[in-house]
């Protein structure tokens, strides 16, 4: 049997918690960004930081961390965390997926700009949007696999329920808030149920479900420290560690 050498957090990616983009309402999610900012020292001493976006157009590993938010607001022009070329390349092999070499998405690029200056390699991974349970399982044992020799950090990016008050994307859901009520208490006993629940957040208008459940595969049974949470918007942030 096997010691895996793996560690992460969940993270949002949402550009509303850019300062510059989000003008006043920035002081709403201040402690998300500030445990984001912390990430980089929880993540130092890691071989390699792997980032896990559910918005790429196809399932992929990026060739670099590398993207930019010019379609979405202000012109912010992403840092370029390094990339650890044999690790990425091994871990796309592993997968069955192929390398792209298109810019990072903002599932990649937002949480990486909120955590600031990033000491680790960065492999940017990204999941779309409707693909296969094999292909999230798939990941999580090649992850698993790289983990046997390296020390691996994995962040999930993504929101969870989008119906948690009457400003949210989907307006106000009581069937949500209870959900999202249950999952974030539930996570701190067992990071599983990120991947046991992953349906339920997709109903509950969760956009990062495939990255969560490949999260919850790989932290099953151990439990997570819920280190920020809010729903300033309606929708659900959470910062949520597994050391």
Known sequence: MYLLRLSGAVVPHAVVLIPEIAGRWADATGAIRLELAALGDKAGSSDAIVVISPHSARDCVYGSAEGTLEQIGPRFAMGAPETDGSLRDELAELWGRPVEREPADHGVTVPLHLMGRVARPVIAVGLANGGDEAAVRDLASAIEKVAVAHDIFVMASGHTSAALSPAAPLTLDT?????????????????????????????????????????????????????????????????????
């Open 175 to 243: 069937d949500a808030v209870s959900f999202e009520r249950t999952l974030t208490r539930d996570l701190i006993s067992d990071a599983g149920v990120l991947s046991e629940r992953a349906e339920a957040i997709v109903a509950a208008g969760g956009c990062g479900a495939r990255a969560f459940d490949t999260f919850g595969r790989l932290f099953r049974g151990r439990r997570a420290r819920l280190s920020a949470y809010g729903s300033p918007f309606g929708v659900g942030y959470m910062v949520a560690v597994v050391s």
